[in-house]
């Protein structure tokens, strides 16, 4: 499947509204589940009725979710490779910056479908392995992505518990290939692949340097590692009756 790129967060944050917002039934609360919910949540749905529970292992950052915005319905603490949830019980799952941070992605994944309901919408975004910004990040060490968001990015909280940067281990899952692959073996219909870049926004010195020094690292990788965006969207339908290939046992 194509990559469809977005152009920057406002079109991110309206197509995924939009995407969410078109599982809503009238008279029914939409279950959503926020898988690694950290201490905020992206998105805004404020015409829709729903009940959002979000799961985390880091207790610190549900604390500071709960005391700064208060907006969980149902707080879990857990890991999602291991949590007990009850199956076909959300009609949303939705996990932002979460995935690259877990060894042993095929778990979370195949939890992630028992725990969909049929009809249901699998929401996963995570910076792609296979760009410089994901080769960067999982050949770099730990304290220096604490220093960068610390002294570069400015986050004076950065790498104190409950706040970024968690470690990152880059499963190999979690390849765009690989994930097409888990869509098709599993029966899921995977709607969209969006690709969108949150790091070459600027027109500063700095970031016009940093634009030299991906597109080197671009050539350099005779165009393996792509330049031009670095996070992933998938969007992935869970269909209502599965077709004979998946229901012959
Ligand atoms: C980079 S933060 C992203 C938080 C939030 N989703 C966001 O977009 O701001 C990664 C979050 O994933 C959580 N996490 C990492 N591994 C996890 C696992 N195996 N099970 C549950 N949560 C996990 C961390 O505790 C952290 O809160």
Redo the contacts with the bound molecule.
């Keep these: 499947m194509a990559l469809q790129l977005v152009t920057d967060s406002s079109h991110e944050k309206k197509l995924l509204e939009r995407y969410i917002s078109s599982r809503a039934k009238p008279d029914s609360t939409l279950q959503i589940l926020e898988a690694?919910?950290?201490n905020?949540w992206?998105l805004a749905l404020p015409d829709l009725c729903y009940s959002l529970s979000g799961?985390?292992?880091?207790e610190e950052?549900l604390l500071l979710r709960q005391r700064n915005h208060n907006d969980l319905d149902t707080v879990i603490v857990?890991?999602?490779?291991s949590v007990n949830l009850p199956e076909h019980q959300y009609d949303i799952i939705y996990?932002?910056?979460?995935l690259e941070?877990?060894a042993d992605v095929p778990r979370v994944l195949d939890n992630f479908n028992r725990w969909l309901k049929p009809g249901g919408l699998l929401v996963i975004k995570v910076p792609d392995r296979d760009t410089v910004y994901g080769f960067v990040a999982r050949n770099t060490p730990h304290w220096l992505h604490v220093y960068y968001y610390r002294w570069i990015k400015g986050n004076k909280n950065a790498g104190k518990p409950g706040y970024?940067?968690?470690p990152t281990v880059y499963d190999k899952a979690l390849g765009r290939h690989q994930m097409t692959q888990f869509c098709h073996r599993e029966g899921l219909h995977l709607m969209a692949m969006l690709g969108k870049n949150n790091y070459l926004r600027k027109r500063s010195a700095r970031d016009r340097a940093i634009r030299v020094f991906v597109r080197l690292i671009h050539l350099f990788s005779f165009g393996r590692l792509a330049w031009h965006y670095n996070d992933l969207i998938f969007i992935i339908e869970k269909p209502t009756a599965l077709s004979d290939e998946h229901t012959a046992g």
Aim: proline share 4%; hydrophobic share 35%.
């Design positions: 690694g919910c950290g905020k992206q799961v985390d292992l880091d950052a857990g890991d999602l490779r996990t932002a910056y979460v941070h877990v970024l940067p968690y």
